[in-house]
């Protein structure tokens, strides 16, 4: 079954730790993405990366850090330096074609609350 | 700066009662825009794609619309199990990222 597999679904931080998000895909696909939704808000992107080994910062990049070794695995560490990291973490997929509009295949996500 | 506005942000629907959801954009050079349904505590799932000012796609009780400046997802007589969080988004030409709105929250009420 093809898909894209966030874990833990929910996940507690305590004061001054830092904390792993996994996103995995058997999907094949070049791209991956992590964006941040919080209540009553859009996705907002955290960082992005279209290629092994090579990754960019989004709009919020600030207190989270990543890596991209494997192109099935594109996990996401929300650092101490994240003042705010209660929200919705959103990892996607896509495919990477020559127009760019390729549709986004997303995880069921997970859940970030501070202890 | 790619922009993309919905309106309204919270929309309450009788079952039955057809209506528009509205998703506003400005981009340098539309590559895409997107169409997803988000049930509470899960991912986004897709639901279309459009390309081209004109254009035109359904599914089941649904149908977007796009023209250079907004695109439509029209709900006819719409079902309880419609309601969900609807969301916008965009590509631009540079083929960066999508670009997401604030979604719509609907509801259907039997």
């Known amino acids: 079954d093809g898909g894209i597999t966030q874990s833990p679904k929910y996940l507690f931080r305590k004061e001054g730790q830092n904390v792993t998000l996994s996103c995995e895909q058997n999907?094949?696909?070049?791209?991956m993405y992590w964006y941040r939704q919080d209540p009553g808000q859009g996705l907002r992107l955290i960082y992005y990366s279209q290629i092994v080994n090579d990754f960019q910062k989004g709009d919020i990049a600030e207190g989270y850090s990543v890596s991209r070794e494997k192109k099935e695995s594109f996990p996401l560490t929300v650092t101490s330096a994240q003042k705010n990291p209660t929200a919705f973490y959103l990892c996607a997929s896509s495919p990477r074609g020559r127009g760019g509009s390729e549709k986004l295949f997303f995880g069921s996500g997970t859940q970030l609350s501070v202890l | 700066e790619d922009q993309v506005t919905q309106s309204p942000e919270a929309l309450r629907l009788q079952e039955g009662e057809s209506s528009s959801l509205n998703c506003s954009y400005t981009?340098?050079?539309?590559?895409?825009l997107f169409w997803y349904r988000q049930d509470p505590g899960k991912g986004p799932e897709f639901l279309f794609t459009?390309?081209?000012a004109g254009e035109e796609k359904e599914k089941e009780r649904l149908k977007a619309t796009l023209t250079k400046k907004e695109s439509f997802l029209h709900i006819t007589a719409p079902k309880p199990e419609d309601s969900a969080t609807y969301l916008c988004?965009?590509?631009?030409?540079?083929?960066?990222?999508?670009?997401f709105g604030k979604g719509t929250r609907l509801s259907v009420i039997a």
């Open positions: 459009l390309y081209s």
């Open positions: 981009v340098s050079g539309l590559r895409g």
């Open positions: 988004a965009v590509r631009n030409s540079g083929n960066t990222p999508l670009v």
């Open positions: 999907l094949n696909h070049d791209a």
